[in-house]
Structures are given as C-alpha cells and as structure tokens.
C-alpha cells in the first residue's frame, strides 16, 4: 500500500503539457528528495528525475521536476507520442526504520 | 556501461522459496546498494529492501520482514534476493535497481531487466 498519491492518469496532445503530481508527507517528501521514473510497456522503469528537479544525463529537457512542502510535481512539456508511458514518484520514508516508497503510478497518455 | 543483469523466468509451487540473482558490471560493485523491487502483473512499483554489497548490512520493508534473505557475493559482483513461503500474490516481476544519492536523496539509477516469478500449483 503507497503511501504516495498520484493521480492515475494524464492525457495531452502532442506539444502540449502534462503536469503529474505527488502526495506524500512529512516523513517522506516532506523530509526527503524526490525521483521520478518512466516505465514504458514492458520495460524497467527508468529514472527521469532525481534530487527533486535533476534530470540524468539523455534525459530530454522537456522532462521538469519540482518539490514543495510534502507534494512534488513532474511536468512533461512539448509533449510527444513516446513519452505515453507509466510513471512513478519516489522518496525515501524515515517512519519504519526507513523504507524507500514508490508512488501509486500514473499513466499519461498522448491523444 | 553499467549493467545489472537478472537470472531468468522461475515458476515456483506454493510454499517453496526462490532465489533471484542480479549480476552488476561496468562499475564498483560494492560502492553502491543494491535494492529489490516487484511489480505483480498490472499493479505498481513496491519496494522491497536493500543490500549494502560492501559491509552486506540489509534493510527490508515491514511486510517481507521475516521471508526474504538479501545477499551478496563480492568475488562476483552478484546480488541476490530469495523469497521464502511463496503464495500466489508473490507472482510478479523482480527487479533489482542500483541505489544511489545517500541518506535524504536516495534514488535509483539503473535497473535490471527483470525477472518473472510466477508461484502456480
């Protein structure tokens, strides 16, 4: 059971953009950085996004992150038929002797 | 490169345990965790513990606490994750993901490619 909330989905069209968003809490993405991963069909997730807001290096710039309080925020911009896709948030959880929690996930699809 | 790669498809019994393996290469193999990660079949991401390949110091999620065994053999660069008491809801994808950013920005930056475990009578 995720204790980070995502929407569980997103639609745009092509060149537009899409906003997901992340609900946690004070133990979690109140305390901690956040990720981000992209999980195409039938593949490993991939990370997009991490420390809040950095993107790895291949990563498109159209991939943005933010965090504020204990909700963070992933935008996809100029929007483009690969990027339909399933993505999660993440952070490290300090309750529990510390756990790393996913999000619920989120699929956005590209109309 | 850094690549993580995972011992392939098991079906299991109920009841039985299974043990999955994630060989990494391309870096320093005991310089970063090795986490665990499964996805049932249309569900998400749930995380399921850690592994510290240089001092094998292990950390798991309260609801594997007690059937699952991280472990790690060095001369190999080989993590690996056994799963005990199999069940039916077990049956997912495992991943294992290379841990990285330390205490307060933990992420993980590359994964393996998988590795099915379907627990059937």
């Known amino acids: 059971q995720s204790v980070l909330t995502q929407p569980p989905s997103a639609s745009g069209t092509p060149g537009q953009r899409v906003t997901i968003s992340c609900s946690g809490s004070?133990?979690?993405?109140?305390?901690?950085?956040v990720s981000w991963y992209q999980q195409l069909p039938g593949t490993a997730p991939k990370l997009v996004i991490y420390?809040?807001?950095q993107r790895p290096s291949g990563v498109p710039d159209r991939f943005s992150g933010s965090k504020s309080g204990a909700s963070a925020s992933l935008a996809i911009s100029g929007l483009q038929s690969e990027d339909e896709a399933d993505y999660y948030c993440?952070?490290?959880?300090?309750?529990?002797?510390?756990?790393?929690?996913f999000g619920t996930g989120t699929k956005v699809t590209v109309l | 490169q850094v690549q993580l790669v995972q011992s392939g498809a098991e079906v299991k019994k109920p009841g039985a345990s299974v043990k999955v393996s994630c060989k990494a290469s391309?870096?320093?193999?005991?310089?970063?965790?090795i986490n665990w990660v499964r996805q049932a079949t249309g569900q998400g991401l749930e995380w399921m513990g850690w592994?510290?390949?240089?001092?094998?110091?292990?950390g798991y999620a309260q609801k594997f606490q007690g059937r699952v065994t991280m472990t790690r053999n060095t001369s190999i660069s080989t993590a690996y994750m056994e799963l005990s008491s199999l069940r039916s809801d077990d049956t997912a994808v495992y991943y294992c993901a290379r841990g990285g950013g330390g205490a307060g920005r933990y992420y993980t930056g590359y994964w393996g490619q998988g590795t099915l475990v379907t627990v059937s009578s």
């Open positions: 004070s133990s979690n993405i109140g305390t901690n950085t």
């Open positions: 592994i510290n390949p240089n001092r094998g110091n292990t």
């Open positions: 391309g870096y320093t193999f005991t310089s970063y965790d």
């Open positions: 420390y809040n807001n």
């Open positions: 993440a952070a490290w959880d300090d309750s529990l002797n510390g756990h790393y929690v």
